[in-house]
């Protein structure tokens, strides 16, 4: 599994992918496993840089769920695929490109502040969508990512649960690298606080965190959405 891993994605053959697939499953059952969880996560192929044979390819091994994180590639891609997934939008999102992605996505991971949630809203009423979102937390508070400050979630939430033309399905977060344990422990607080004292955070069911390095630890913490790039596709060859 490391070899593969570190191996660039342009080597990266269909035998790897299948291989890393099922390595993933493996370990992420595994994972549900120790900690007795009953419930599922999902394991989401993130796309970047992907080219769509292998995307096509991973769904024809089970997956069925992809991240965008990019509106552009996105777009460029999204004719060439197969349209049998379910595709969730998880990067950063800007207010101004909603309407390209509002009909092809059907939750959205980045929401992180009311403006945003409103467009969406107004984009999805306009095509008679109800997305989901779930709000990004900024749970290391680092200045170089996007997210809402912990503290920020009651009232952004509030604000959100207004809305008509979405549902708030829950949270989302990108912890500092290497840290994950200690930020998805920290997630998971959040997560049930919320859940269990607030009414319009009471039907939220999904955590969204753990990637390809600490994907294991997250499902330790309750992730219900794994999002995995470069532990399916290979290691991108420049930071993204
Ligand atoms: C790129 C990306 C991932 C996947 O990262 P890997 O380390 O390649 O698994 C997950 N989530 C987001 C938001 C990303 O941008």
Not at 81 to 104: A, C, P, R, T, W
Not at 131 to 154: Q, R, V
Not at 183 to 212: I, T, V
């Amino acid at each position: 599994m490391t070899e593969r891993l570190s191996k660039p994605a342009e080597q990266t053959t269909m035998e790897d992918i299948k291989q890393n697939y099922l390595a993933v499953c493996e370990n992420a059952a595994e994972a549900m496993e120790l900690s007795g969880r009953k419930d599922r996560v999902r394991i989401m192929a993130v796309t970047k840089t992907v080219p769509c044979d292998k995307i096509n390819y991973a769904e024809s091994l089970g997956i069925n769920l992809l991240g965008e994180n990019r509106v552009q590639e996105f777009l460029s891609k999204y004719e060439n695929y197969s349209k049998k997934s379910e595709i969730h939008f998880i990067g950063g999102l800007q207010k101004n490109k909603v309407k390209y992605i509002i009909d092809k996505v059907s939750m959205i991971h980045s929401v992180d502040s009311v403006e945003l949630a409103a467009e969406i809203n107004r984009r999805a009423a306009a095509h008679g969508v109800k997305p989901d979102i779930l709000f990004e937390i900024n749970i290391g508070n680092e200045p170089s990512k996007g997210g809402l400050a912990k503290d920020a979630l009651y009232d952004t939430a509030k604000a959100v649960s207004e809305l008509e033309n979405i549902r708030i399905r829950g949270l989302m977060a990108i912890p500092p690298a290497g840290r994950g344990e200690y930020y998805f422990a920290a997630m998971q607080e959040l997560f049930e606080n919320a859940r269990q004292k607030y009414s319009f955070m009471s039907a939220m069911d999904e955590l969204s965190m753990g990637m390809s390095g600490d994907y294991v630890s997250a499902v330790k913490y309750g992730s219900t959405i794994i999002r995995i790039g470069s532990g399916l596709f290979g290691a991108r060859n420049y930071a993204v």
